[in-house]
């Protein structure tokens, strides 16, 4: 079993719908990141977070220590959020990752 | 102020050669991170370096190395390529290990042939 767990692996959304991304993790951690990676490769950073929630323009992310669980939200998706969102936990020696959750956002 | 540049941006080699790959971070950042991202796989870590040493280690055989220099730039290296190896490899920095600003590069697509 993956030491971090993001479900769904695939997302086809319609512009304008909510979008939920989960992310579920067994090891202890100091911090859990969640990135954005468009084609091509290029990596993003969207929110560090150790606890409770962070909200940046459409997006927004929460996460529950005791649960070991977190959640990334966007709200009035659109085509530009097409991309793979990849939660990442910082297990004080190093990043562990997600496989990433693929979405699609239609016109 | 400049992201963080990886060069080369795509490689190919074959197996059996072996390769360098450099990273240069954001200025004023002494936190070098490398991970390998395949299809199969996803992200994984590689090692860190923090002020040229290196402070963490994942899970890949001695074929793979890198160091830091007293810039802060980093150079990965891998030895011996296997079919394998062939991965988009991505370099962070961050000011300090806590990544609360990790940035990433471009990334350097390698494919093994």
């Known amino acids: 079993k993956n030491e971090v767990e993001q479900s769904p692996q695939n997302l086809t959304a319609q512009e304008g719908e909510f979008i939920t991304i989960n992310c579920s993790y067994s090891v202890g951690i100091s911090a859990l990141h969640w990135l954005q990676q468009h084609p091509g490769g290029g990596i993003v950073s969207l929110f560090m977070?150790?606890?409770g929630k962070k909200k940046h323009g459409r997006l927004i992310a929460t996460i529950n220590i005791q649960e070991k669980h977190s959640s990334l939200h966007i709200t009035a998706s659109h085509p530009r959020d097409s991309a793979v969102y990849i939660c990442a936990v910082d297990n004080t020696d190093k990043l562990i990752f997600g496989t990433g959750t693929r979405l699609q956002v239609f016109p | 102020k400049a992201g963080v540049t990886q060069t080369p941006r795509y490689l190919i080699k074959t197996r059996g050669q072996q390769v360098t790959l450099s990273c240069s971070p954001i200025?004023?950042?002494?936190?070098v991170s490398w991970y390998q991202q395949t299809p199969g796989q996803g992200l994984q870590f590689l090692f860190e370096y923090f002020s040229e040493t290196q402070r963490n280690k994942g899970n890949f055989p001695g074929r793979f190395s890198g160091r830091q220099f007293s810039n802060s730039r980093s150079e990965m290296n891998v030895s011996t390529l296997e079919l394998g190896d062939s991965a988009l490899y991505l370099c962070a920095s961050s000011s300090d290990r806590t990544w609360t600003e990790a940035f990433f590069g471009q990334g350097t697509r390698l494919t093994v042939v």
């Open positions: 200025s004023g950042h002494r936190s």
């Open positions: 977070l150790s606890s």
